[in-house]
């Protein structure tokens, strides 16, 4: 037979070995606690003496940027809407650098195991973030989860929403519909953006300046876009016209250059002080594999002839993964250039599309497509940067792919389609805009994100469409319309409605 609950110091000191033992696992099982609401029975307060009452504690984040989503709050009786970032100990917010990181903009409550001497502040606004320390009122049910806190993080992410539930109802015809819906709002909202750089560039350019944008990852975005806009393809088309040797150096060394990459003198001798990591300029030459070392000095020297400045001094990180610094991106988008640009690169563009929507009727239609899509974006096998990720690495001893299946999806989205639906709303050409929505339907779609991954937890796996870039863009409609207008709650959301419809 249990005893009473512990009382005074006793109460104190269980409570401060249930703070240790949550501790001690580290995030996840504070994770699992918010997300399950593992607190003691009473009223909450922030440290600040607001009273605080958990609506919906937001979605899981397994991505970038905080760790909980759309989390809807009520302080001092006052709703609030926005993420919630979790910590074992208030410092973290400052040890990883979120008060410097715009990701972190919304953030309407800082939970944490233990308090710290600095509150978090707003990385927009400076403001101090109301912090919600979980230690005194963590449940003892709590020590259920520590075997296993991914299991319940899992569960909580897994669980259908009442859309999903829906549709299983429904059939998958019903949510086919929503998804098609949705897609073609997604394509028409982007059309709609691509239409005034339609407007201001001109047609290729505009083009251009699009598939620029969309070549890398979204930091680079900002660089890449004024690349296009100091170098357009009017300048770089006679530069095309050159044999194949010496229109790659012009382009390549305005492109590199303008990048920061090319500011250091060959003659230097000097050692790197980290080979394996990318430098602020460009590592010690004599360092470098011969074939880098020579590349390099006739790059530099192009450049240095132009007399221009850089645009910026050094490159954004684009990510994690080596294979996409941008870099090979530019090498990339050079032989695609060559390869489609000097013979009028909107009517090759045109003619593609249409050669696509012949093939729509293929049976093997998706990998027919994909080769096709292979050999716009194709690189010469003497591409010395198939091996290399920067002028800082050794080459490796495998190649890949300069711009890859899931980097063409991504332009095939958000550039060629948009900008191309554009220009036939524009003409009034219905027959290019009907070509266009069916290439939407049958062409392989971008990687998933996390976004598309909780609309599958959400929706599925009951009645989802096969992947296509109509669905994977359909989902991301469908999430920007309702999981993050959570202003009525997921109990209150208008999605299942229109599913039953």
């Known amino acids: 037979m249990k005893g009473p609950p512990p009382s005074g110091s006793a109460a104190i000191a269980a409570q401060q070995r249930l703070v240790e033992e949550v501790a001690a696992q580290r995030e996840s099982v504070l994770q699992a606690c918010w997300a399950h609401q593992l607190w003691r029975r009473g009223e909450l307060r922030t440290a600040g003496g607001s009273t605080l009452e958990v609506i919906a504690p937001g979605w899981l984040n397994r991505g970038a940027g905080p760790d909980f989503t759309e989390a809807r709050l009520l302080l001092d009786g006052t709703e609030h809407w ?88 429904q059939g998958g015809d019903a949510l086919a519909r929503v998804i098609a819906h949705a897609s073609e709002t997604r394509a028409r909202n982007k059309a709609e953006a691509a239409a005034p750089v339609l407007a201001a560039a001109g047609e290729e350019e505009g083009l251009f300046q699009l598939m ?36 790659r150096t012009a382009i390549l060394a305005r492109w590199f250059g303008a990048a920061g990459l090319l500011d250091r003198d060959p003659g230097d001798s000097s050692e790197p002080a980290d080979p394996g990591a990318t430098p602020a300029s460009p590592a010690s030459l004599a360092w470098l594999d011969p074939g880098a070392r020579s590349e390099y000095a006739a790059l530099r020297e192009c450049w240095l002839e132009l007399g221009t400045p850089p645009l910026v001094e050094k490159l954004p990180k684009g990510g994690s993964r080596p294979w996409n ?143 296509s870039l109509r669905t994977h863009q359909g989902l991301l409609q469908i999430h920007t319309d309702f999981c993050t207008s959570f202003h009525h709650g997921c109990e209150n959301c208008g999605l299942p409605d229109l599913i039953g419809r």
């Open 82 to 169: 926005g993420d919630v970032e979790i910590h074992v100990h208030e410092r973290e917010w400052w040890a990883h650098g979120h008060h410097n990181d715009p990701a972190y903009g919304r953030v309407i409550l800082h939970v944490v195991l233990k308090r710290g001497e600095r509150p978090a502040l707003q990385p927009v606004s400076g403001e101090i973030i109301p912090v919600f320390e979980a230690g005194p009122v963590l449940s003892a049910q709590v020590l259920e989860t520590m075997h296993d806190p991914e299991a319940l993080l899992e569960r909580y992410e897994t669980l259908p929403g009442r859309c999903g539930l829906r549709a299983a109802r």
């Open 212 to 247: 620029f944008r969309y070549l890398g990852y979204r930091p680079f975005a900002p660089f890449f876009r004024a690349l296009a806009e100091r170098y357009p393809l009017a300048t770089l088309a006679p530069l095309l016209d050159l044999p194949m040797a010496e229109a």
């Open 325 to 467: 610094a941008a870099e090979r991106r530019m090498v990339g988008m050079f032989h695609h250039l060559h390869a489609m640009a000097r013979g009028g690169w909107l009517k090759e563009w045109l003619a593609f599309l249409l050669r696509l929507d012949r093939l729509r009727n293929h049976p093997n239609f998706t990998k027919e497509a994909a080769e096709t899509l292979d050999r716009v974006f194709a690189t010469p096998e003497s591409e010395t940067w198939r091996f290399r990720v920067t002028f800082a690495h050794p080459p490796k001893k495998r190649a890949a792919r300069l711009i890859g299946p899931e980097r063409v999806a991504m332009l095939m989205a958000n550039a060629v389609l948009p900008f191309f639906l554009a220009r036939a709303r524009r003409d009034g050409d219905r027959e290019l805009e009907k070509v266009l929505y069916r290439l939407y339907l049958v062409l392989p779609p971008e990687s998933a994100n996390h976004r598309t991954r909780f609309m599958e937890h959400r929706m599925g796996p009951f009645s989802l469409p096969k992947r």
